[in-house]
């Protein structure tokens, strides 16, 4: 790979130092943003970003730096500040470098070869052609804040002192819809996306119908008394709660006791019917990769299993804390930052029934869709006071739209309280779920 010779050329800047270990890092993409509005192209961005980091260990001191070129001025700058960080840096004997896998996973449909070759044209036009069926949804969707279109083909290569050496290519596409419904003086609105790493992968109708269908199912809605009730939380919703636990099940957060698990390994966390992991193997997964961001083979690891806590997930440096292995969750979020902790694909793992199930063991209760301000939650605690929406139960019948609920409660209460798991797992960004029916919850209205 072209990667490799850049590696090869920070490497030999690296030769005859006193060093006692060091990583390199390159990365490399091709990236594509296309935005419109009212049948035009609003905004087109293109750009071709590139780097390398390194991480030089001097004792037990890390130090980190990067560089946007490879002219060997600026090599040289980012090897004497990554020297400087690490001799001034406090030392801690956990900072390590991986060590080389025996193997990594084969994921040959992370990369879609056809992506770099399809004509601008086209995708510019599927934008287009997103917008023209999220106004023919419906009659009452009136207006379209956005929609977007985003690709990436990207390249990583990484190698350290111990002889670790990997790189891979992939890619990926997005879409997404914003609407807006109006009836009478009620104006809703519904958004949708797709991720997948071909261009084929994505399908707009489908995008399209989402953002229109959401947009219309609120008009109408009407306020509700509170009551203390059974609550179905559709896919989305639930795994808006699932990112939020993702903190929770880090090793750095049990070091620093930061997590609502900490010291509840093998005990009964969840209800029995919540199995969840991490993985960072999972086709079409947006956090998949064959290795991590330290070259650690991602994996499939438990956390939660029939509601009992099997334990966390680690990069190298945690994981050494703890006196684990890493779990390969050590990520970047770009060449100018170290890697750090964090889930790759947080999922629940579906149950048999359909959200219809679920809706029809309600006697009276509501559906939620939407939720405002989960992002304020004490995610130490665990507790939780939301604004919600969505659409209120009488003998497992929708009888019509709800809005200004306020949702409150625990976490942990939330997920032990968990009476049945629907089939519709699904994704948005790196957390997954299916819709799930807790049995009781505290509903504010007014």
């Given at each position: 790979?072209?990667?490799?010779k850049h590696?090869?050329?920070?490497?030999?800047?690296?030769?005859?130092?006193?060093?006692?270990?060091?990583?390199?890092?390159?990365?490399?993409?091709?990236?594509?943003?296309?935005e419109?509005?009212?049948?035009q192209?609003?905004?087109f961005?293109?750009?071709?970003?590139?780097?390398?980091?390194?991480r030089?260990?001097?004792?037990?001191?890390?130090?980190?730096?990067?560089?946007?070129?490879?002219?060997?001025?600026?090599?040289?700058?980012?090897?004497?500040g990554?020297?400087?960080?690490?001799?001034?840096?406090?030392?801690?004997p956990?900072y390590?470098?991986?060590?080389?896998?025996?193997?990594?996973?084969?994921?040959?449909w992370?990369?879609?070869?056809?992506?770099?070759?399809?004509?601008?044209?086209?995708?510019?036009?599927?934008?287009l052609e997103?917008?023209?069926?999220?106004?023919?949804?419906?009659?009452r969707v009136?207006?379209v804040?956005k929609?977007?279109y985003?690709?990436?083909?990207?390249?990583?290569?990484i190698r350290?002192?111990?002889?670790?050496?990997?790189?891979?290519?992939g890619?990926?596409?997005?879409?997404?819809?914003?609407?807006v419904a109006?009836?009478?003086?009620?104006a809703?609105?519904?958004?949708?996306?797709?991720?997948?790493?071909?261009?084929?992968g994505?399908?707009?109708?489908?995008?399209?119908?989402?953002a229109g269908?959401?947009a219309t199912?609120?008009l109408?809605?009407?306020?509700?008394p509170?009551?203390?009730?059974?609550?179905?939380?559709?896919?989305?919703?639930?795994a808006?709660?699932?990112?939020?636990?993702?903190?929770?099940?880090?090793?750095?957060?049990?070091?620093?006791?930061?997590s609502?698990?900490?010291?509840?390994?093998?005990?009964?966390?969840f209800?029995?019917l919540?199995?969840?992991?991490?993985?960072?193997?999972?086709?079409d997964?947006m956090?998949?990769?064959?290795c991590?961001g330290?070259?650690?083979?991602?994996?499939?690891?438990?956390?939660?299993?029939?509601?009992?806590?099997?334990?966390?997930?680690?990069?190298?440096?945690?994981?050494?804390?703890?006196?684990?292995?890493?779990?390969?969750?050590?990520?970047?979020?770009?060449?100018?930052?170290?890697?750090?902790?964090?889930a790759n694909?947080?999922m629940i793992?579906?149950?048999e029934?359909?959200l219809?199930?679920?809706?029809?063991?309600?006697e009276?209760?509501?559906?939620?869709?939407?939720?405002?301000?989960?992002?304020?939650?004490?995610?130490?605690?665990g507790?939780?006071?939301?604004?919600?929406?969505?659409?209120?139960?009488?003998?497992?019948?929708?009888?019509?739209?709800?809005?200004?609920?306020?949702?409150?409660g625990?976490?942990?209460?939330?997920?032990?309280?968990?009476?049945?798991?629907?089939?519709d797992?699904?994704?948005?960004?790196?957390a997954?779920s299916?819709?799930l029916?807790?049995?009781?919850?505290?509903?504010?209205?007014?």
């Amino acid at each position: 790979m072209e990667l490799a010779k850049h590696a090869d050329a920070v490497e030999r800047l690296l030769t005859g130092r006193n060093l006692d270990g060091y990583e390199i890092f390159v990365s490399q993409s091709r990236d594509l943003s296309i935005e419109a509005r009212q049948g035009q192209v609003d905004a087109f961005r293109a750009a071709e970003p590139f780097g390398v980091a390194v991480r030089l260990k001097v004792g037990n001191g890390l130090g980190f730096s990067y560089s946007t070129s490879m002219e060997p001025a600026a090599l040289a700058m980012m090897i004497y500040g990554a020297l400087v960080a690490a001799r001034m840096q406090t030392q801690d004997p956990g900072y390590t470098l991986a060590a080389p896998a025996t193997s990594y996973p084969e994921l040959p449909w992370l990369y879609d070869p056809e992506l770099p070759v399809v004509d601008e044209e086209l995708k510019v036009a599927r934008v287009l052609e997103l917008e023209r069926l999220v106004l023919a949804a419906d009659p009452r969707v009136k207006r379209v804040r956005k929609c977007s279109y985003g690709e990436s083909v990207y390249s990583s290569f990484i190698r350290n002192s111990l002889g670790l050496e990997k790189g891979y290519r992939g890619s990926y596409v997005t879409c997404s819809a914003s609407a807006v419904a109006e009836e009478r003086d009620d104006a809703q609105s519904g958004w949708d996306f797709a991720f997948s790493p071909s261009f084929s992968g994505i399908d707009i109708e489908a995008v399209a119908k989402g953002a229109g269908s959401k947009a219309t199912a609120l008009l109408g809605a009407r306020n509700i008394p509170g009551m203390r009730c059974p609550v179905v939380l559709d896919n989305h919703v639930a795994a808006g709660i699932v990112e939020l636990l993702a903190p929770s099940f880090l090793g750095e957060a049990v070091h620093k006791g930061k997590s609502l698990f900490m010291g509840k390994e093998g005990e009964q966390v969840f209800s029995e019917l919540v199995t969840l992991h991490d993985d960072g193997l999972l086709l079409d997964g947006m956090g998949t990769a064959p290795c991590d961001g330290e070259g650690v083979p991602q994996q499939d690891t438990p956390l939660v299993t029939g509601g009992v806590l099997q334990g966390f997930l680690y990069d190298s440096y945690w994981g050494k804390k703890a006196g684990k292995s890493s779990t390969g969750n050590a990520q970047r979020g770009g060449i100018k930052g170290a890697p750090r902790s964090g889930a790759n694909n947080l999922m629940i793992d579906p149950g048999e029934a359909s959200l219809e199930t679920l809706l029809a063991g309600v006697e009276r209760g509501v559906l939620i869709t939407e939720v405002m301000g989960m992002h304020t939650a004490n995610t130490i605690s665990g507790d939780f006071s939301v604004g919600a929406s969505g659409f209120y139960l009488e003998r497992g019948e929708i009888l019509y739209p709800v809005k200004g609920m306020a949702l409150a409660g625990n976490l942990m209460h939330l997920f032990k309280g968990v009476d049945q798991v629907g089939s519709d797992l699904r994704f948005f960004g790196g957390a997954g779920s299916p819709s799930l029916r807790i049995a009781e919850l505290e509903i504010s209205g007014s």
